[in-house]
């Protein structure tokens, strides 16, 4: 069994950083980090592969955001730069078990997904 634990986020200004962290627990696949604000669906932000470490991001997070995952501690994160505004939302830690489905952004190929955590960003 897979499971996620998130810690990190909060408030902070624009032009600023944060944080995100995710406990994993559980072989897997592949691990991302999707967000979601009320009424929108889940936006796939950023993934990587566990075995070889590749990683994409989405648009919105080219040159901004970094995942990582520290394997000893078995510890994924999203290290999130020059946050904007717009970045406001709940960040969601995901992972399955089947590498044949992490090619894409859907919600659905991913099984298993932490409790969310919130980052705000004002202006």
């Known amino acids: 069994q897979v499971q996620l634990v998130e810690s990190g986020g909060g408030s902070v200004q624009a032009g600023g950083s944060l944080r995100l962290s995710c406990a994993v627990s559980?072989?897997?696949?592949?691990m991302a980090w999707f967000r979601q604000t009320p009424g929108n669906g889940r936006e796939g932000v950023a993934k990587?592969?566990?075995?070889?470490?590749?990683?994409s991001y989405a648009d919105s997070a080219k040159g901004r955001f970094t995942i990582s995952l520290d394997r000893a501690e078995k510890t994924l994160y999203l290290d999130m730069k020059d946050l904007k505004p717009d970045d406001s939302s709940m960040y969601y830690c995901?992972?399955?078990?089947?590498?044949?489905?992490?090619?894409?952004?859907?919600?659905?190929?991913?099984?298993?997904w932490g409790q969310g955590k919130q980052v705000t960003v004002y202006s």
């Open positions: 995901a992972a399955n078990r089947i590498v044949n489905r992490c090619g894409g952004w859907l919600t659905t190929d991913f099984a298993y």
């Open positions: 559980g072989y897997t696949a592949c």
């Open positions: 990587m592969y566990r075995d070889d470490g590749r990683t």
